[in-house]
């Protein structure tokens, strides 16, 4: 558990710290032991994942807890289909363990290299009109406090902590072990089209009632869309083969789409153009497959990105504000925009908290200018009541947070009893939660 100073950087490079020391913990006892280390050195502290967060959630400037190599007792109960893991598992580790037990997770994004406790603290959602974020699927959590406690909590014990460390930045303590309730093993059909954004927006309801679940992109200076579905089937009866998948999943969306942002990063003129190209050149396929292996594909194309949760009905206003945005920008947008939906949900810093959640995510390749961009969809989101992904760049502050979310103080309240010492901070959560 002996630690040294190491520096870090995020997955996309925008973030990066030296920590004074970085442990770790290879038991619980250590992390928190780590813990009263760091108050008795009158130190903060800050759990590290796979940094897979676009904001500063993770960096330490303190002492920093990596616990990728923490172990606890794997349990996996199928008859209740629950699963119980350290939290610094990765969810591709959870996806593969599940498998081997014949369960799922009910719904996942498309990266699985988070960890479970990063994507979970942050609000990492899938799509899916019924299903929540992935803190919806948590059934218990262990987490060490400010204090050094180590604190089981649900929704029958410690409800209150339970409702907020399922998305708690890792502010009121370090997870360490989680559990979650989980499905039986299932496929899925995946559909892609390509679709004139006009077509999609008239029938939204039509679109995310209609399937399992359902999401689109827009590809900037065009009219034009990429649909894709996914709907639970009984029989993978339609694999899509292997030299297909590596030509669309891996060739064309990372080989070739790396290409194209370079070329546009290089010459910004012909972004419009590289734009267009890649809109007409979609192609409608099917095909079924693993949940998981659906539901995740490879990113290897950098980039930042901004995300918010609206409410649903406010998506077409946002949409169309964001087309004018982008036309007026001094620079150009490389990246499609993505558009996903989510169902109402009860933890308190949860972006879906009380109100079914439409969410539209800007991106930009990395080495271009994004700050004017996403500042100004952050304007039009937060006046149509959005809310900004934890794990996404944003500019908000307590102070203009605070209204968005009814168990805010509540949520400060909480952290103040759990973390006394306000160990677990850093200058992000001192912008977003208050000092």
Known sequence: MAGSPADWSNWAGNQ???????????????????????????????????GHSFTATAVADGHRLDLADLTTDVTVDVARRLVTVPAGMTLHALNDLLAGHGLAVPNLGDIDAQTIAGAISTGTHGTGATLGCLSTFVAGLTLVTGTGEVLRCSADEHPDVFDAARVGLGAV????????????????????RPAAL??????????????????????????????????????DDRPLPRWRGWLDDEFLANTVFAGACRLGRAVPALAPGISAVSARALTERTYTG??????????????????????????????????????????????????????ADDIWLSHSYGRESAYVAVHQYVGMPYEPYFRAFEQVATELGGRPHWGKLHWRDAASLAPAY??????????????????????????????
């Open 16 to 50: 990066r710290s030296t920590a004074l020391v970085t442990a770790r913990p290879r038991s619980v006892a250590d992390v928190a032991e780590a813990v009263r280390r760091a108050a008795a050195a009158g130190t903060t502290i800050r759990a590290v994942g796979s």
């Open 290 to 343: 693993r949940s998981d292996l659906v539901f995740c594909t490879p990113r290897r194309v950098r980039f930042v990105e901004m995300e918010y949760g609206l409410p649903r009905d406010a998506l077409p206003t946002a949409l169309a504000e964001l087309r004018r945005i982008v036309d007026r920008l001094p620079f150009k947008v490389l990246f499609p925009v993505e558009v996903r939906f989510t169902a």
């Open 198 to 235: 006009a077509d999609v927006l008239a029938d939204l309801p039509g679109l995310h009632q209609a399937h399992d679940h359902a999401e689109f992109y827009w590809f900037p200076y065009t009219d034009r869309a990429q649909v894709k579905t996914n709907d639970r089937v009984p029989a």
């Open 406 to 435: 009814p168990k805010f103080a509540a949520f400060q309240s909480l952290r103040t009893r759990l973390d006394p010492q306000n160990l677990f901070t850093n200058p992000y959560l001192k912008q977003v939660l208050g000092s």
């Open 173 to 192: 303590g370090i997870l360490v072990e989680v559990t979650l309730r989980c499905v039986d093993a299932f496929v899925l059909r995946a559909h892609e």
